[in-house]
């Protein structure tokens, strides 16, 4: 780490500190903070102060209602470089998710502030979610239940239904949630293929994949394309009008990763053109207002970004992101969940 970097981050330890506890805001973070108080009492952790503020119409201006806090937890608020220049006391922002999309990394680098995540905390659940969507797209369960709601008991409306055992399911990178899918997959017969850069085929292979060469290769072959991939500049829009021409006409896309992975209005009109034949989706564009235009389509099935939610999920979560908050707060070391990990390459933390 430069010298000046250094004492950047030594001066930023020292101004402005509370004297004993570090205060952490959780800011619009749905619940009250009753379950991290208590894990606090069963560590014996006495140095920090959590508080919870719920402002989602926006009266005081994020910054100020934030300005005090040593920690930070939020949801969807927009943490740009911009912002976090504004946040002198900052240290570390605890994020209750895997994807860190929200924040500009770079510039919390830079700031020598601390971005956490929580992988891991829901592999389970949004495997099985993944592959729930590729059994209803398959057997057309959510089209039927819409018709028969809608006074129309018929089992043969609709498009063709076909055995999905020796289909091909395309997945698009390879981490743990991927790796959680292909038992489930495998069971159901069908084949795998794998896009994913850093990974050979010998690897693929011994989780019982194939490897893509190509994204190209993955679209063109498959029947189900499952997406996987954070949400970083490269692959904003990874799956775009051309993308999706190369799909077949009958092939469905999964997409349980981030909205922004798709360009949605090229996958509006490839679903109202009948260029594929469906999808899945349990996150969009504009989820902060919970707008899209894949909502009125009948060949879709959506889920409100839901596929990571279970009771033991959502507590785990939480207690992870609240144990990075105590490592570098209270225990005043790197915390295990690093997202920038080349303040480790610097000094250890005050």
Not at 29 to 48: A, K, P
Not at 130 to 149: C, N, Q, S, W
Not at 165 to 180: D, H, M, Q
Request: with cysteine; hydrophobic share 45%; glycine share 8%.
């Amino acid at each position: 780490m430069p010298f000046f970097h250094s004492i950047f981050l030594r001066k930023r330890e020292t101004e402005g500190m509370p004297v004993g506890k570090s205060k952490v805001i959780y800011y619009n973070v749905d619940d009250s903070l009753d379950y991290e108080r208590d894990l606090l009492r069963q560590w014996g952790v006495t140095g920090l102060e959590l508080e919870g503020i719920c402002d989602k119409s926006g009266k005081m201006p994020f910054v100020e209602a934030v300005a005090d806090a040593d920690g930070l937890v939020v949801a969807y608020e927009q943490l740009t470089a911009l912002v976090l220049e504004q946040l002198p006391r900052c240290r570390i922002v605890s994020l209750q998710s895997i994807g860190y999309n929200n924040v500009d990394v770079e510039a919390a680098s830079r700031l020598g502030i601390c971005v956490t995540n929580i992988p891991g905390f829901c592999t389970e659940e949004v495997a099985l979610h993944a592959v729930g969507m590729i059994i209803d797209l398959a057997r057309k369960i959510t089209y039927f239940d819409r018709l028969v709601r809608a006074g129309k008991w018929d089992p043969l409306l609709g498009p063709a239904i076909h055995r999905i055992a020796g289909k091909t399911v395309g997945l698009v990178f390879f981490g743990s949630i991927p790796k959680a899918m292909m038992p489930m997959l495998k069971a159901l017969g069908l084949r795998v293929l794998v896009w994913v850069p850093t990974k050979s085929a010998d690897y693929l292979a011994s989780f019982g994949a194939c490897k893509a060469e190509s994204l190209n290769q993955l679209l063109r072959e498959s029947d189900f394309v499952s997406l996987h991939c954070p949400l970083i500049e490269s692959t904003r829009h990874l799956i775009g009008e051309r993308e999706l021409a190369m799909m077949k006409p009958g092939a469905f896309l999964i997409n349980t990763a981030r909205g922004a992975v798709v360009d949605e209005p090229a996958l509006v009109r490839a679903l109202r053109e009948g260029i594929i034949a469906g999808a899945a989706v349990d996150v969009i564009e504009d989820e902060a207002n919970g707008t899209s235009d894949l909502f009125g389509l009948p060949n879709t099935v959506i889920t409100p970004h839901a596929a990571f939610i279970s009771e033991e999920s959502y507590f785990q979560g939480r207690r992870m992101a609240l144990e990075q908050l105590v490592q570098r707060l209270v225990e005043k070391r790197w915390p295990e969940h690093l997202v920038n990990s080349s303040l480790r390459t610097g000094a250890g933390p005050q």
